[in-house]
């Protein structure tokens, strides 16, 4: 056969993890590589800039040497979820006096021309998809206003190191380092979940979002104290889809802060709950508005 297992893997792997055009960083890279060009970090800059206009944040570096190699994006093996990378033993590109490099063990994978042709096509569709698809007075540090995302898109391109387990994020998930928590809201809540999860999450109208946090939470909880000491280096990028018929992804809303003096502990059914107005930074646009909150 033209590929055989492993390079099948990480073609799939890559096509559906790194090349989905929803962060292009990733794909910038690899193209380069791909072409046998040299590309430094402020290479990197200089595309970012001259291709879409803003200035990349040179933080991110980290997160996209782990992410190409696989590092971020889990698997099951043997009762365990582990990183793929790790899984496969798969190691793929370094950084070398600040250039990207391929690792020595994966120069072998790029002997297979089939196997070229297949990255190379996967790396050059996320790019022109991105491309197409950009507008950077919608952009905003990582997101586009009202493209979808998953939950693992949002994790990736928030620079986590390995993708949270669902049941562990919830509706919302601060990070380690406490510089983010994205907030993800199933807006028209089916009828079937349980009392104490049914959340009142709704718009009050295109500026502000009403918003409880997990239920069993009271105004002294941990995560409740973080959002009343909001600062703008704390981010909170809000995403919503319509019902769960809309599947994995959810609208980007733009980023949102705490409506200080708006805290408020109440009850579920008798659970405790701490609701709170969320103060959209950018006023959410009128068809996308009515779409979310028309049943």
Not at 132 to 143: A, H, V, Y
Request: proline share 4%; net charge negative; with cysteine.
């Amino acid at each position: 056969p033209d590929l055989n297992e492993d390079e099948l893997k990480l073609i799939s792997v890559f096509s559906k993890e790194i090349n989905n055009s929803k962060r292009v960083d990733e794909s910038l890279i690899l193209r380069a590589l791909l072409n046998g060009e040299s590309l430094s970090i402020d290479g990197l800059a200089l595309i970012v800039k001259e291709t879409y206009g803003y200035q990349m944040d040179p933080n991110i570096v980290p997160s996209l040497i782990n992410n190409l190699n696989l590092g971020f994006v889990t698997e099951k093996k043997n009762k365990e979820i582990r990183p793929v990378g790790e899984i496969y033993g798969f190691n793929i590109i370094e950084l070398m006096d600040n250039h990207f490099c391929w690792h020595p063990e994966f120069t072998t994978y790029l002997t297979n021309e089939t196997f070229v042709r297949f990255l190379k096509d996967s790396t050059d569709y996320a790019i022109n998809q991105y491309t197409e698809q950009f507008s950077l007075p919608d952009f905003n540090d990582g997101f586009q206003l009202y493209r979808k995302y998953s939950r693992k898109d949002v994790f990736r391109i928030l620079n986590q190191k390995v993708n949270p387990l669902a049941q562990n994020v919830g509706g919302y998930m601060i990070n380690q380092d406490k510089t983010s928590c994205p907030i993800f809201v199933n807006y028209h809540k089916s009828e079937d979940i349980a009392d104490t999860i049914k959340y009142e999450d709704n718009f009050i109208n295109e500026s502000v979002f009403s918003w409880m946090f997990k239920s069993r939470r009271t105004l002294n909880s941990p995560e409740v104290k973080l959002f009343k000491n909001y600062h703008s280096g704390f981010r909170i990028p809000l995403f919503i889809k319509k019902n769960g018929d809309e599947g994995q992804e959810l609208y980007y809303m733009g980023d949102v802060s705490p409506e200080p003096g708006s805290f408020e502990q109440t009850n579920i059914s008798g659970v405790s709950v701490v609701k709170v107005n969320l103060i959209m930074h950018n006023e959410v646009r009128s068809d996308i508005y009515h779409y979310l909150i028309n049943e």
